[in-house]
Nanobody
């Protein structure tokens, strides 16, 4: 079992920044990748980005590429989502997720992830 605890959500003005944290515990060595998703009211859950624990570079959705940065701290079993130049359309509930097992492709669909955090609200005002 992998447990995910998120923090860092809140309210921010357009153009501002926030950093979300996702602390993983449990059988973290079984997790291949950590992903970030978001869901706005009336919309389906959307892929934001993902990172593996041991190799490769982060992968981002086109909508956030160049503005968001995913990083990891393996010693702390923590993944971060740095959000810069925030826009009102970034307003959503943000979730972190863990995918178990190796994958040759970057996992970008929510159905491929096995564990989820509780979600944290990010609101961007104009």
């Amino acid at each position: 079992q992998v447990q995910l605890v998120e923090s860092g959500g809140g309210l921010v003005q357009a153009g501002g920044s926030l950093r979300l944290s996702c602390a993983a515990s449990g059988r973290t060595r079984s997790s291949y990748a950590m992903g970030w998703f978001r869901q706005a009211p009336g919309k389906e859950r959307e892929f934001v980005g993902a990172i593996s624990w041991s190799g490769g570079n982060p992968f981002y959705a086109d909508s956030v590429k160049g503005r968001f940065t995913i990083s990891r701290d393996n010693a702390k079993n923590t993944v971060y989502l740095e959000m810069n130049s925030l826009k009102p359309e970034d307003t959503a509930v943000y979730y972190c997720a863990a995918k178990i097992g190796f994958s040759t492709l970057v996992p970008t669909t929510s159905a491929t992830y096995n564990y989820w955090g509780q979600g944290t609200q990010v609101t961007v005002s104009s």
